[in-house]
């Protein structure tokens, strides 16, 4: 059992402000229903907090919304007894890493049961301890939401924040999710220096020609492997 303390309980998915550690939302949280929503929400955010918030809660997606919340009602056998999350996977670590971290999306029974980018899967058990042997991750595990983790000077952040079937989300989806992850970029500019993309999507978030210009400009860019989730 991941369950972090204080869940034990909660519905699948999990509602926002019901006590999940870290949940940034409530239900006074707007609700982006729509890609214009998504951009004009984005437009307004006030920092990574208000971000964490609107992204955790966005519905913008038919598709995906569907498949995350089937996901974690009817959950992986290893998990049954667990609350899954259920929602968007916002961004997470440092408020003003210098290194920053872009994937593909969650994977279903990975990020989408924890609630945490990166964690609960195989990739991320690889990356997490890498993190930690590399002095950017206070623990080389990462399992739940309440387990003690922090990221020094790092930031995770995904591309598509919602888990996709297949791993694989349309270029509508991705094109509809960009502009969560561009305020985000606006964000954290001011410190970041490095970003490392992991996968297409990820690069082609940042580092590739469809790269916002609100992108830090000074940061360097790094390639590397597919990107993917085992789910
Ligand atoms: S993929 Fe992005 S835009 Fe689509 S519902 Fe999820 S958070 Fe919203």
């Known amino acids: ?29 707007p609700v982006a229903r729509s890609a214009g929503g998504v951009a004009r929400q984005a437009r307004s955010v006030r920092d990574l907090d208000d971000l964490g918030a609107r992204v955790s809660v966005c519905s913008a997606c038919p598709r995906l919304v569907r498949w995350r919340e089937d996901v974690a009602r009817e959950k992986r056998r290893a998990y049954a007894e667990e609350p899954y999350w259920g929602r968007p996977v916002p961004g997470w670590g440092a408020a003003d890493p210098w290194l920053l971290v872009v994937g593909l999306a969650p994977a ?7 609630g945490r980018v990166f964690t609960g899967d195989r990739s991320g058990d690889w990356l997490f301890a890498a993190m930690h042997r590399a002095g950017l991750a206070r623990t080389p595990t990462s399992v739940h939401a309440a387990d003690g983790q922090e990221l020094l000077g790092a930031r995770m952040v995904a591309a598509v924040r919602c888990a996709p079937p297949d791993n694989k989300p349309t270029v509508e989806e991705r094109d509809a999710c960009a502009p969560w992850l561009h305020a985000e970029l606006a964000l954290v500019s001011p410190s970041v220096r490095v970003v490392v993309a992991l996968g297409a999507y990820g690069w082609g978030g940042r580092c590739g020609p469809g790269r916002p210009r609100a992108a830090p400009s000074r940061a360097r860019c790094h390639a590397s492997g597919t990107g993917r989730t085992p789910s």
């Open 108 to 114: 279903a029974h990975g990020a989408n049961r924890t």
């Open 1 to 29: 059992m991941t369950v972090p303390p204080g869940a034990e309980g909660l519905a699948s998915p999990v509602p926002p402000g019901e006590g999940w550690p870290g949940d940034l939302a409530d239900r006074s949280t």
